[in-house]
C-alpha cells in the first residue's frame, strides 16, 4: 500500500471526532499496530483519565501525555489517536508533526455532543453547559488543530467514509514524496 512511505499516521483532534475508532479500523487495512494515547496512559497510571484528573489534576495528566508521546514517536508503522488537548503543547504537536502525517478529524459541536452522550467520563466537559465548554474548548485549540497535514470534518461522514478519505489522503501524500 502506498501508504508504507509515510512513518506513522497520527490522528488528533477534539473529542468525540472519531480518533479512535478511525485509527483502529485504518491500522487494520494497513496492517498496521494501532495506539491510543489516552488508553496507554491509563493502562500505565493503573487508574482511568477521569480519576487522574480528579486525584492528580490536569498539569499531572499533561506530563504524563507529554511522557507517553515523546516514547510513541520513537516507533514506526504505526496509527496513532491522541487525546483532544495533545496538540496543545508546542513540543507534543512538533514530535508529532516529526513522527508522520497528522491527520485532525473535526466535527461541529452539536454532533460532539451529542456521540458524547454523557459527559461523565469527560473531565473537561463537566459543568451545566457541555455544550458551550465544548464550543469554548475548539475555538482555544482551534490554533493547534489547524497545524495538521490535513483535516477531515467526520460531522456527517460514515466511518467507512472516513477510513476512506484518510487512505485517499495518504495515497495522494505517498505519491507526492
Known amino acids: 500500500m502506498a501508504a508504507g512511505l509515510i512513518r506513522n499516521i497520527i490522528f488528533t483532534g477534539f473529542m468525540g471526532t472519531g480518533k479512535s475508532v478511525v485509527g483502529k479500523r485504518l491500522a487494520r487495512q494497513l496492517k498496521r ?25 490536569e498539569p499531572a495528566f499533561r506530563k504524563r501525555e507529554r511522557q507517553a508521546i515523546t516514547s510513541i514517536c520513537q516507533e514506526e508503522d504505526i496509527v496513532l489517536a491522541t487525546g483532544g488537548g495533545v496538540v496543545m503543547d508546542a513540543r507534543n504537536a512538533r514530535m508529532l508533526k516529526e513522527s508522520g502525517l497528522v491527520i485532525c478529524l473535526t466535527a461541529r459541536p452539536e454532533v460532539i455532543l451529542q456521540r458524547l452522550h454523557s459527559t461523565t467520563s469527560r473531565p473537561l466537559l463537566q459543568g451545566p453547559k457541555p455544550l458551550e465548554n465544548i464550543q469554548n474548548m475548539m475555538a482555544d485549540r482551534a490554533d493547534a488543530y489547524a497545524q495538521a497535514d490535513l483535516s477531515i470534518d467526520t460531522s456527517c461522514l460514515s466511518l467507512d467514509a472516513v477510513v476512506e478519505a484518510a487512505l485517499a489522503a495518504l495515497s495522494e501524500r505517498s505519491h507526492a514524496a
Open 33 to 57: 499496530r494501532f495506539i491510543d494515547t489516552d488508553t496507554l496512559i491509563e493502562q500505565e497510571a493503573g487508574i482511568s483519565i477521569a480519576q487522574i484528573f480528579a486525584t492528580e489534576g
